[in-house]
């Protein structure tokens, strides 16, 4: 494709390269976000009491809420485009906090008690950072059922790692950034690539911004060269209002990094949070405090799925599987029998008999299609509720809520020379290659998740990957 062909294509797609349509979609989000977690917070005070508060009267308090987004606009959750989802969960948190706060000391101030106003607001700021992700969540899937595209992007490299790139932007609409053209100096590299046009002229940066006022540029540092990319830094990438260097750090994942100047010389600053002490009691208490909560609710639901287990087949509702836990150690994870009572015996019997049974098993150690499931078990398995049980190895502390996922000694060694790192941790009842596709992930894209895991880990990452794990629950997505 040549520039002339590229204008008539790019006319037709994008009409405007602004991001201020999408800033303003997610503001109206916000809005309703902070009407809804009032409405929560005076219900639930409401419920206890009927004669506490008038439910009615939150809708009093909606002045308050232009603070809420002139705080997120100064947490720069405005347009908030690729911004990791932690990070967002984090700004989103402390935003929050601190426009709740300021609500209930300014009442605290004026009449000079604490009463159940005040503590309608402390339940909405609880509510709010869910409810604030699921409006989130909600404006971006309307947005791209509406065909509202990001902002165009130009992309640097088309080679495997700016494929690798294109693909995730693709995939997640969250990032904000449409690739709009791919430029790239080898012509083996094609016309297109997921139709997006590629142009084999890497300086025509200042002719794009000049002609179609697209400010950002996103490049596949390992697809050029020193010179090369020194090149592009001081001639077409400068012209762009805004750039990102996408490094191809295979081992190096962390979104909280910073930068370090040694004199002129930059580097990249990390800790591995999970090595620290505080951290680790932290993660407990965590576990502990969520699993005691949520334990309280689901217990009269899990009675009901241990009753249908044992009216569907015989055999107990629970059993335990030796899985590997933290550095290797062999734990006993506990389970809903999902399976006959004689399962393993069954298994040997399939793959003994049939070959591609057996190719599949010792791909992923799951069947897609597993004649041993009981027809219950179907289901708390596409739902994954046959692990709801692992709250017990939680609480013995044996595994974490969020982490990698235990693993059998047979699954060990397609882990390779990552074992021992990624298994220096806890294993999780859920994580971040779960809410990411599950059993519908290879080995290798695991291993890519749980390094990240390991090396991004702070508490607002456990907290998204939990709302996460409930979306991919309610879908049955890739459980089996």
């Known amino acids: ?8 294509w790019y006319r037709i797609r994008y009409h405007n390269t602004s991001s ?5 979609t997610i503001i109206i989000s916000d809005l309703v976000g902070a009407m ?6 005076f219900f639930m005070v409401n419920l206890y009491d009927l004669s506490a508060i008038n439910f009615r009267s939150f809708v009093t308090y909606w002045p308050y809420l232009p603070v809420f987004v002139l705080l997120f606009w100064m947490f720069r959750l405005y347009p908030g485009i690729s911004l990791a989802p932690a990070e967002e969960l984090r700004h989103i948190g402390t935003a929050s906090f601190i426009a709740h706060g300021g609500i209930i000391f300014s009442r605290y101030i004026e009449d000079k008690e604490f009463d159940a106003i005040s503590v309608a607001f402390i339940i909405s700021f609880i509510f709010s950072m869910v409810i604030f992700l699921l409006c989130r969540s909600i404006t971006h899937m309307l947005l791209r059922r509406a065909r509202i595209r990001g902002i165009p992007a130009v992309v640097y490299g088309s080679g495997n790692f700016g494929r690798q790139m294109i693909d995730q932007i693709l995939e997640n609409s ?4 449409v690739p709009a053209v791919i430029l790239d100096s080898t012509p083996e590299s094609g016309d297109a690539y997921q139709g997006i046009p590629i142009l084999h002229d890497l300086s025509l940066g200042p002719e794009l911004i000049k002609k179609y006022k697209i400010k950002m540029a996103i490049i596949a540092t390992s697809e050029f060269s020193q010179k090369e990319l020194t090149r592009l830094l001081n001639f077409s990438l400068s012209a762009f209002r805004y750039s990102v260097l996408v490094p191809d750090f295979v081992s190096i994942t962390n979104i909280w990094m910073s930068v370090r100047d040694f004199h002129g010389l930059l580097g990249f600053a990390a800790a591995n949070k999970l090595r620290m002490g505080w951290n680790l009691v932290f993660k407990r208490a965590f576990d502990i405090s969520i699993v005691i909560l949520g334990g309280v609710v689901i217990f009269p639901f899990l009675l009901i799925i241990a009753l249908l287990i044992k009216l569907g087949s015989r055999g107990p509702a629970l059993y335990k599987h ?5 550095n290797g150690k062999s734990i006993m994870v506990y389970k809903f029998r999902s399976m006959v009572t004689d399962a393993d015996k069954k298994l040997r019997e399939m793959l003994s008999e049939n070959e591609n049974l ?16 009981t027809p219950i078990g179907r289901w708390i398995r596409k739902t994954s509720i046959d692990e709801f049980p692992q709250i017990l190895n939680v609480l013995k502390g044996e595994m974490s809520l969020v982490g990698p996922r235990p693993v059998t000694a047979g ?7 990552h074992f021992g790192r990624i298994f220096s941790i806890k294993p999780g009842m859920t994580g971040l290659w779960q809410v990411s596709g599950r059993s519908d992930t290879d080995y290798n894209e695991r291993i890519s998740y749980d390094s990240y895991y390991l090396q991004s880990w702070s508490v607002w990452l456990d907290l998204w990957i939990l709302y996460k794990t409930v979306g991919v629950v309610l879908r049955g997505k890739g459980a089996y």
């Open 411 to 417: 699954e060990a060694e397609k882990y390779g020379e």
């Open 174 to 177: 969250r990032v904000g950034y």
């Open 322 to 326: 030796a899985r590997l836990g933290k």
């Open 1 to 8: 494709m040549d520039l002339a062909q590229f204008d008539t």
């Open 20 to 24: 201020f349509l999408i800033g303003c």
């Open 358 to 373: 057996r190719k599949e098993w010792e791909e992923g150690y799951k069947l897609k299609n597993d004649p041993r499931i």
């Open 36 to 41: 809804l977690s009032f409405g929560a917070g």
